[in-house]
């Protein structure tokens, strides 16, 4: 076979691939999309696939459209035969109704998903009855430790307890009239200190509730 032919069956090999390759995407490709998603595989050249996809537009095997300074390639879409206004509708029917299955996939998957969730976020049954032994033991010690006070041989009476409670009272309310009394003093002298806070009650030597995590208790 003479140089001429075989030219011309490589063409016709590449413009076959590549005739078929938009048939089976049936969508519209540039000659760099052609290129470059079939270059790999079948090892075509960029100028091989420029004239390839010129020469089936050519024979009207694909059509072309230009955007701009870009062509546009895609198949001829008369292959697939004339659809009646009947056929369209069916299409636009069975189009609904697997738009409704969908739907009700992705609500289901949803609900999956939650439920998964909740459940991965639950103990297994062997926690739980390991849960379920520590809390009795905790009752078990809490009732014999109930027992014990019951039976102590000097329970205390409700007016000895009304007493202490009196008294917790009354020392609570000085602690809050006294530190709210030291705290007003303190504001005035820091009005004219030229230092921080901090450095003053360092200097001064102040000791704040706050330094050892102490609050008044809610009484």
């Not at 519209?28 to 079939?38: E, K």
């Not at 049954?125 to 520590?134: A, F, G, L, R």
């Not at 809490?142 to 006070?149: G, M, Q």
């Not at 006294?178 to 806070?197: F, H, N, Q, V, W």
Request: with cysteine; proline share 3%.
């Amino acid at each position: 076979m003479s140089g001429a032919g075989k030219k011309r069956d490589a063409s016709d090999e590449c413009a076959a691939i590549l005739l078929r390759y938009l048939q089976e995407q049936n969508r519209p490709h540039s000659a760099q999309d052609v290129f470059s998603n079939l270059q790999k595989q079948h090892g075509l050249g960029k100028t091989a696939v420029v004239k390839a996809l010129e020469q089936l537009a050519q024979q009207g095997k694909i059509n072309e459209k230009i955007y701009g300074k870009q062509k546009i390639y895609f198949p001829d879409q008369n292959r697939f035969g004339n659809t009646s206004e009947s056929e369209l509708k069916g299409l636009d029917n069975e189009i609904s109704e697997l738009s409704c299955k969908v739907q009700t996939l992705q609500q289901n998957c949803r609900h999956m998903e939650s439920e998964l969730k909740e459940l991965k976020g639950s103990m297994t049954t062997p926690e739980m009855v390991k849960e379920i032994e520590d809390l009795k033991k905790d009752c078990a010690n809490y009732t014999e430790k109930l027992e014990r006070i019951k039976s102590a041989a000097n329970p205390v009476s409700p007016e000895e307890k009304e007493k202490v409670y009196n008294e917790k009272k009354l020392y609570c309310r000085e602690w809050r009239r006294r530190k709210r009394m030291a705290t007003e003093l303190l504001d005035a002298i820091l009005e004219g200190y030229p230092k921080s806070k901090k450095q003053f009650f360092e200097e001064v030597g102040i000791e704040t509730d706050e330094d050892f995590n102490v609050t008044v208790p809610s009484v």
